[in-house]
């Protein structure tokens, strides 16, 4: 599965934004697929998860602010981000995991601003 990440930009604070994450090959539909974010200095932490199943996880700092989805015919994971906060500010990136694989997609920078 190889990954391409997109969607980040320059948005205000209370504002939203819509990354995607595009895969190709054919495991998609059998890959966990996770949004990890690196803030500068910092270390790359979950920001949520997506099951094959359709089971979600969100990372604390996001829950209530952030929905996961996945669209399998199009082999897209969302990231809809909704009342961004300036701690928000960081490189998205995303990770599909299977039995055999553990791939990354390149970052998508989002930068939140007061």
């Known amino acids: 599965v190889q990954l391409q990440a997109s969607g980040g930009g320059l948005v205000q604070a209370g504002g939203s934004l819509r990354l995607s994450c595009a895969a190709s090959?054919?495991?998609?539909?059998?890959?966990?697929i996770t949004w990890y974010r690196q803030a500068p200095g910092k270390q790359r932490d979950v920001v949520a998860s997506?099951?094959?199943?359709?089971?979600?996880y969100y990372a604390g700092s996001v829950k209530g602010r952030f929905t996961i989805s996945r669209d399998n015919a199009k082999n897209t994971v969302y990231l809809q981000k909704n009342s961004l906060k300036p701690e928000d500010t960081a490189v998205y990136y995303c990770?599909?995991?299977?039995?055999?694989?553990?791939?990354w997609g390149q970052g998508t920078e989002v930068t939140v601003s007061s």
């Open positions: 090959g054919s495991n998609f539909s059998r890959s966990a």
């Open positions: 990770n599909a995991m299977g039995s055999t694989w553990n791939n």
């Open positions: 997506i099951l094959i199943g359709g089971s979600t």
